[in-house]
């Protein structure tokens, strides 16, 4: 995806033109903003996806190897690779329209054989930018690897019974979970009902608050707070948090200590205009694995 973002005091009410502060474009989508996060910790990282042969495609795959990940599993097809429209106002709240493209043209033959060709797996993220028949295959191919599985149910969607049976982990943000269960993500009821409903493990991220965990035959919500900063614009901050879990998850890490690094990196991003360009640089990603790991600044 490229992130078409407009920096604005305020969003026009239905049949208003206003103008705008600032506009930024930038590389985004779910699953690139989580690989890149994940890249920037230190973790090989491969992308499965599909392009359209626009110049927006070639510019991705441009973007993505320049941060060293594996594009070898990037499709290409005819016609416009995905865009996301973004309008975030002065407390850095943002609204977000994607426009699929060929997101949609990735399909799960395509998925598994990528994963097929990829030698070492770890941790299979999805989101549901693609179409979910496709992250369904590639989940029961990651399954039979030992892979762990994670779902981002985002844009959120009713999500199917095959897909959520090959689930891990389910990472909604506060909103999604609204949006999924009709329930505030302050309930730690409904937290937890939820996660007895999925039969997963649960992490529902809360913007400043943090992140609450919900692990299985635990009747009891896990509260992971985040640091406290000033934030500039949010965009791309659910999926820094995403991008550091796993990559704490891969490293063997305890769901909590996974958590404050998804935490300390989606803070640290928050601060910054911008999506990918706003997460912290490598250098400073191994300051703040390294006090993580330590167990400081959590």
């Known amino acids: 995806m490229i992130d078409l973002i407009a920096y604005t005091q ?42 359209g042969d626009d110049s927006y495609g070639d510019m991705t795959l441009e973007n993505m190897a320049s941060y060293g990940i594996d594009i070898t599993h990037m ?34 033959a395509q998925a598994v054989e990528a994963l097929r060709r990829i030698p070492e797996i770890s941790v299979v993220v999805g989101q549901l930018e693609i179409l979910q028949e496709t ?63 999925t039969g997963t493990r649960l992490a529902v991220t809360l913007g400043e608050q943090g992140v609450s965990l919900v692990l299985p035959g635990n009747d009891s919500v896990i509260q992971v707070p985040a640091p406290k900063v000033t934030a500039v614009d949010t965009t791309g901050a659910g999926d820094a948090f995403v991008g550091a879990f796993v990559v704490g998850l891969a490293l063997g890490w305890d769901e909590h200590r996974a958590a404050q690094l998804g935490n ?7 601060s910054r205009p911008g999506t990918q360009a706003s997460f912290p640089g490598a250098s400073e990603c191994q300051s703040i694995l390294t006090e993580v790991r330590k167990g400081l600044g959590g």
């Open 10 to 51: 305020r969003v026009p009410v239905r049949g208003e033109t206003l103008v705008g502060d600032s506009f930024q474009m930038g590389f985004g989508g779910k699953g690139a903003n989580q690989a890149v996060m994940a890249r920037l910790l230190g973790a090989e990282v491969a992308m499965v996806n599909c392009l």
């Open 75 to 108: 499709y290409r097809a005819s016609g416009a690779s995905g865009v996301a429209p973004i309008w975030v106002e002065p407390d850095g709240t943002n609204r977000i329209i994607i426009i699929p493209g060929a997101n949609h043209l990735l399909t799960g």
């Open 135 to 197: 992250t369904t295959a590639a989940f029961a191919e990651a399954r039979r690897r030992g892979a762990l599985t994670v779902l981002n149910p985002a844009p959120a969607a009713e999500f199917s019974e095959d897909l959520l049976a090959l689930c891990d982990w389910l990472i909604p943000n506060e909103v999604e979970f609204e949006a999924l269960t009709g329930c505030s993500a302050q309930s730690e009821e409904a937290l937890i009902g939820f996660a007895r409903q």
């Open 264 to 270: 300390r990196c989606a803070s640290a991003g928050v």
